[in-house]
């Protein structure tokens, strides 16, 4: 069981906006802004997204924001596009210094 | 460009050992702490350890402490992850990332590890 919660899917059509939401709690997204957001297609290496909750690599589209608030983070996704269906993974670092991650997010685009 | 190559994955018996190493180039590996993360076939992301850009801190998921031990050379540009008393549970997709913004910004392409007699 993964420390971190998501829900198993998600689903959208082109053009839609979607949330994926991740729980946590207070020793991990809770106390710590320190939550990424990972992109994975099948057999690939994970992509970062997001990090420190609403910040966006270079590269990385406009269309994909980060927020928290309390114990749960999200990822929007805007304007839904054919290659954004992937699993999706929350990430947060721990009060211990750990890291932990959510079971992942099936994003399909209808 | 940032390149990270794992390397020595393999099939392991139960209770063996392995030492997995992840080959950085195309940026200053010294300057940067690392991470090993793992997936297992079909199932999600875990973080198994990290080193600091010196290797003077170390930390561990508890589902490996005591087990596995990640070190880095940073004159061979390259990262560790010794892994002894090995169990099913441990067959995954290794992976190696670079730290950024206290996220992993880079990964390499990953190395299967299979443990099974």
Known sequence: ?110 | EVQLVESGGDLVQPGGSLRLSCAASGFTFSGYWMHWFRQAPGKGLVWVSRIRYDGSVTEYADSVKGRFTISRDNAMKTLYLQMNSLGAEDTAVYYCARDLWSAGDCWGQGTLVTVSS
Request: net charge neutral; charged share 10%.
């Open chain 1, 1 to 110: 069981q993964s420390a971190l919660t998501q829900p198993a899917s998600v689903a959208g059509s082109p053009g839609q906006s979607i949330t994926i939401s991740c729980t946590g709690t207070y020793s991990d997204v809770g106390g710590k802004n320190q939550v990424s957001w990972y992109q994975q297609h099948p057999g690939k290496a994970p992509k970062l997204m997001i990090y420190n909750v609403n910040n966006r690599p270079s590269g990385i589209s406009y269309r994909f924001s980060g927020s928290k608030s309390d114990n749960t983070a999200s990822l929007t996704i805007s304007g839904l596009q054919a290659e954004d269906e992937s699993d999706y993974y929350c990430s947060s670092y721990t009060t211990s210094n750990t890291v932990v991650f959510g079971g992942g997010t099936k994003l399909t685009v209808l």
